[in-house]
């Protein structure tokens, strides 16, 4: 695919005639159109600058303010540019959603007794992204990316992606954690309830909250899922009962 991550290893669906492999590739090309703008950003940039000075009694310096204004206009519009292209980074396929939420949750949990497992599954039945497991009780967490102009929204309980009905993947997620909690009562004797989560990597969340709630599933931003988890913290686990939901969890589960 156009510029591919050298560290990610090539998948069919982000090739050939792909929505990710032809949205990069109009991106790419449209690259004279926006930095064509982006002067031209940058010269309104310049006369606001210039008009401030002299505003100000600057005659001096006005130039210098123009060419000032100038250069944060153009390097603030490129910035946003590449904010936009950076974002959809794992729905192209050129970042893995998994380890970029792994790190961010062993960041702000573990300093709070939290203990995070990467990449687990039943044998022969379920798989999820991540396990997380402390005081304020037990969650799974996926991760999935849609395209970036598609809206996730909850509309009468339903989960919605666009247009489509999202009830499959609630589901599906929904039965995981259900599955899993079921395993970790039965071995560790400790009653389990086990939230489950989808940090959403790309995609249209609502901008009040960025949260998505809906069929049982809880989605949103990668970032915000360790703030959800602590804000959840009202000690349904003591330091025991995590111990060993984490140990028999590390036992039981198979490692991907």
């Known amino acids: 695919m156009p510029g591919g991550s050298i560290y990610v290893q090539p998948n069919e669906k982000y090739t050939g005639s792909s929505p990710q492999w032809w949205y990069e590739k109009f991106w790419r090309e449209d690259a004279p159109n926006r930095r064509k703008y982006r002067y031209a950003k940058a010269g309104v940039g310049f006369v606001v600058g210039v008009a401030l000075g002299l505003r100000f009694d600057l005659s001096g310096a006005s130039a210098l303010t123009g060419l000032l204004a100038a250069g944060l206009v153009?390097?603030?519009?490129?910035?946003?540019?590449?904010?936009?292209?950076?974002?959809?980074?794992?729905w192209r396929g050129a970042r893995r959603g998994e380890m970029i939420t792994g790190r961010l949750l062993r960041r702000a949990l573990r300093r709070h007794g939290y203990q995070?497992?990467?990449?687990?599954?039943?044998?022969?039945?379920?798989?999820?992204?991540?396990?997380?497991?402390?005081?304020?009780?037990?969650?799974?967490?996926?991760?999935?990316s849609w395209?970036?102009?598609?809206?996730?929204?909850?509309?009468?309980?339903?989960?919605?992606?666009g247009e489509k009905y999202g009830s499959k993947t609630a589901k599906a997620l929904v039965d995981k954690a259900e599955t899993f909690a079921e395993l970790l009562t039965r071995e560790t004797g400790v009653p389990v309830t086990i939230t489950p989560?989808?940090?959403?990597?790309?995609?249209?969340?609502?901008?009040?909250?960025?949260?998505?709630?809906?069929?049982?599933?809880?989605?949103?931003?990668?970032?915000?899922?360790?703030?959800?988890?602590?804000?959840?913290?009202?000690?349904?686990?003591?330091?025991?009962?995590?111990?060993?939901?984490?140990?028999?969890?590390?036992?039981?589960?198979?490692?991907?």
């Open 147 to 161: 395209a970036p102009d598609i809206e996730i929204a909850s509309y009468v309980g339903r989960l919605f992606f």
């Open 74 to 90: 153009y390097g603030g519009d490129w910035l946003l540019d590449w904010y936009s292209f950076y974002r959809t980074a794992v």
């Open 197 to 256: 989560v989808i940090a959403v990597h790309c995609g249209v969340l609502p901008k009040d909250g960025g949260v998505v709630v809906a069929e049982g599933l809880t989605l949103l931003k990668p970032r915000t899922a360790a703030r959800l988890i602590r804000s959840s913290d009202r000690g349904a686990l003591n330091d025991s009962q995590i111990e060993l939901l984490t140990r028999t969890a590390a036992r039981e589960l198979q490692r991907l």
């Open 116 to 144: 995070v497992l990467d990449g687990r599954a039943i044998r022969d039945q379920a798989s999820i992204d991540h396990l997380v497991i402390g005081p304020g009780g037990v969650w799974i967490i996926d991760n999935e």
